[in-house]
């Protein structure tokens, strides 16, 4: 298996742009969640998944933020209108079971200017 | 909601020390997992400890589970430059309204002087 699949790698986009992150988890994995990582604030899990349903969004900073998963192989996290502070490294994660190992995808890293 | 603190913050060892990372929890925890995240990298998942008091080896690596599962440690032997990175501790929700939920730990930044 690839592993968890993130796109873009790096972005840089300017303040007020719209960014969309993907994600592909490992096949046949019923959780996906999706992780912020800054220095400042460590690693900050956004929302997570459960076989495609949003189970705690908790952490969506605000309304500028939305995560999707349309079908089991595929998730976005949209970010409209971005703003410099949301310049970080997002992580996107895949799980088989409710209490097993997380397999984490390479990161998108985003900069907002 | 629940939340590990995770100490030190950051650990400068020459190589060969010993190093040792906590983590502490208020409340009785679930379960403990390690992961290990390089510069530049992703977290890598260690271990899962689940009993009371559990320890587990991984050649250099000892884990260990307190008995009152509200603290959780790991232990590198004679560190060695591969060591590097951040260790984060990650607690994982085996039940209620946020079951499968996995909130981590501040994590440990470990540099090795060779």
């Known amino acids: 298996d690839a592993g968890v699949i993130q796109s873009p790698r790096h972005e840089v986009t300017e303040m007020g742009q719209e960014v969309t992150l993907r994600c592909k988890p490992i096949?046949?994995?019923?959780?996906l969640f999706w992780y912020r990582q800054t220095m400042m604030r460590g690693l900050e899990l956004l929302i997570y998944?459960?076989?495609?349903?949003?189970?705690?969004d908790s952490g969506m900073p605000e309304d500028r933020f939305s995560a999707k998963m349309p079908n089991a192989s595929f998730s976005t996290l949209k970010i409209q209108p971005s703003e410099p502070r949301d310049s970080a490294v997002y992580f996107c994660?895949?799980?088989?079971?409710?209490?097993?190992?997380?397999?984490f995808g390479e990161g998108s890293r985003l900069t907002v200017l | 909601g629940q939340q590990v603190m995770q100490i030190p913050q950051y650990q400068h060892v020459q190589e060969g020390e010993d190093f040792t990372t906590y983590c502490n929890s208020s409340?009785?925890?679930?379960?403990i997992q390690w992961y290990k995240q390089r510069p530049g990298g992703h977290p890598v998942f260690l271990i899962q400890?689940?009993?009371?008091?559990e320890v587990k080896k991984q050649k250099r690596l000892t884990f260990q589970f307190g008995e009152a599962k509200k603290n959780s440690s790991l232990h590198i032997t004679a560190t060695q430059t591969t060591d590097v990175g951040t260790y984060f501790c990650?607690?994982?929700?085996?039940?209620?309204?946020?079951?499968?939920?996995?909130?981590f730990g501040q994590g440990t930044i470990l540099t090795v002087h060779p």
């Open positions: 400890l689940v009993k009371s008091g």
């Open positions: 096949s046949g994995h019923d959780y």
């Open positions: 409340t009785t925890l679930s379960n």
């Open positions: 990650a607690e994982r929700n085996a039940g209620g309204t946020s079951y499968g939920k996995l909130t």
């Open positions: 998944f459960n076989n495609n349903v949003p189970i705690d």
């Open positions: 994660a895949s799980s088989l079971w409710t209490d097993g190992e997380l397999f």
